[in-house]
């Protein structure tokens, strides 16, 4: 089966600890991309890769980290989480970031106390 | 980067056809229309996407307006599963390199 899987699904933790969140596809897909959604201000790119070893922000990567060494593996790094972070979390790949369908994970809600 | 106009909230009764529109009248010749919806507690699920021409699949179809400055997905028969935030969104080569840039979407409700 297709799919994006996230983990963990909920993370409470301290501010400044450092936290990675998961991120897998099993599509052989080129494109990934991380968001967070907020109440009021909707879906919004954190950041996204074209392919391995090849990143780029997207709207809000300030606290952010990402690598992308291999192909089916996208974490997101909180080097050191702050209260501003708590949010959901949503993975997505697909074969190219025109060509439609992009898949998204289930979500991980991150709360930072 | 292109943006789109959607209602903010469209209801709609059960088994009934639904039209949703959204306008995007600074689209590029190189942008494609999509369409998301999610569901409520769940990730963003694609419905349909088009570039010119109007678009069938299992889910929805896609109406696009020929001088493609709006557009319109239609559920043909609305059920209770199909209450949840529908995005209209353009992806295209241009500046977003193709990125998915989420508004705010209208929100479905469907009665029974």
């Known amino acids: 089966e297709a799919q994006v899987t996230q983990n963990p699904r909920y993370l409470i933790t301290v501010t400044g600890k450092k936290l990675t969140v998961t991120c897998s596809q099993n599509?052989?897909?080129?494109?990934m991309s991380w968001y967070r959604q907020d109440p009021g201000l909707g879906l919004r790119q954190i950041y996204y890769s074209m392919n391995v070893e090849v990143t780029d922000k997207g709207d809000v990567p300030e606290g952010y980290k990402v690598s992308r060494k291999e192909k089916r593996n996208f974490p997101l790094i909180l080097e050191s989480p702050s209260p501003n972070q708590t949010s959901l979390y949503f993975c997505a790949s697909s074969l190219g970031h025109v060509l439609g369908e992009a898949f998204f994970g289930q979500g991980t809600r991150l709360t930072v106390v | 980067d292109a943006k789109t106009t959607q209602p903010n909230s469209m209801e709609s009764n059960e088994e009934e056809p639904v039209h949703l529109p959204c306008n995007h009248s600074?689209?590029?010749?190189?942008?494609?229309i999509h369409w998301y919806r999610q569901l409520p507690s769940q990730g963003p699920e694609y419905v349909i996407h088009g570039l010119t021409s109007n678009v069938n699949n299992r889910m929805a179809s896609l109406a696009i307006a020929e001088d493609r400055k709006s557009s319109t997905l239609i559920l043909h028969r609305a059920t209770l599963r199909d209450a949840a935030v529908y995005y209209c969104?353009?992806?295209?080569?241009?500046?977003?390199?193709?990125?998915?840039?989420f508004g705010k979407g209208t929100k479905l409700s469907v009665k029974p």
């Open positions: 969104i353009l992806s295209g080569y241009g500046g977003s390199q193709g990125n998915l840039i």
């Open positions: 599509m052989n897909h080129e494109y």
């Open positions: 600074t689209i590029s010749g190189t942008d494609y």
